[in-house]
């Protein structure tokens, strides 16, 4: 009687440890899943790379599977934004220091390129607007730099889109919608120049003064 007993005692003992292991596995399987899924939303995209594995995946929107340890995942945004020029000093060709104010419309062409960017591809590009544009003023004069801030700056937008490329990032417009002047010696330096260019009665009477 003892031996029945003890069989069925191990019988249990050893169903409790399969339930035990089917309860655990149930819920690893349940943890995987949660952390496995992810909804992509319209503005965005996912790229996928596989671990130890060359070249990617673009996926999205929608659900998309990223296995833990497998795969790695990289959030790509898809819209279109403007980033900020602000109090960006430059100065002309003719030498008179200027403060530049203004906005491009920016957005991801390529989110693969864009995931494998080195850094921050919003940072990237902030400096490459900037740094265009600093070179953009210092190419043309005073009077030029005005008659062109009315055009869409095609020149400057094409120079920053060719930078901005390397990392999947377009530029599809600058404008710079503020240009100011302050009044200093170069100001005056300048305006006493144009004044002996455009005059040279004036000219001879700033020389003779």
Sequence with gaps: MSDVSGHFLQAALAGDTLLAWMVAGGLALAVLAV???RVVPAGE????????????RVKGPGPVVVLPGI???????????????????????????????GA???SVL???RYAQAVGSPE?????????ETGRYVAERDLVELFESAADQHRELTSRVTARTGEWGV??????????????????????EGLAA????????????A
Excluded: K, N, Y
Excluded at 170 to 191: G, K, M, P, Y
Excluded at 197 to 208: C, E, M, V
């Design 104 to 106: 491009a419309l920016v």
């Design 123 to 131: 940072s990237s590009t902030d400096e490459a607007l900037e740094a």
């Design 45 to 56: 995209r996912l790229v996928r790379f596989r671990r130890g594995r060359s070249g990617h």
């Design 71 to 101: 795969h790695r995942g990289v959030r790509v945004p898809r819209g279109t934004t403007w980033a900020d020029v602000m109090w960006l000093e430059a100065t002309t060709r003719d030498g008179v220091s200027v403060t530049v104010h």
């Design 170 to 191: 377009e530029v599809a417009r600058v404008e710079l919608s503020r240009i100011e002047v302050r009044l200093t010696a170069d100001l005056i330096r300048w305006a």
């Design 35 to 37: 952390h496995s899924f």
């Design 197 to 208: 260019r455009t005059s040279p009665a004036a000219g001879q009477l700033t020389r003779t």
């Design 110 to 112: 390529d989110p693969g």
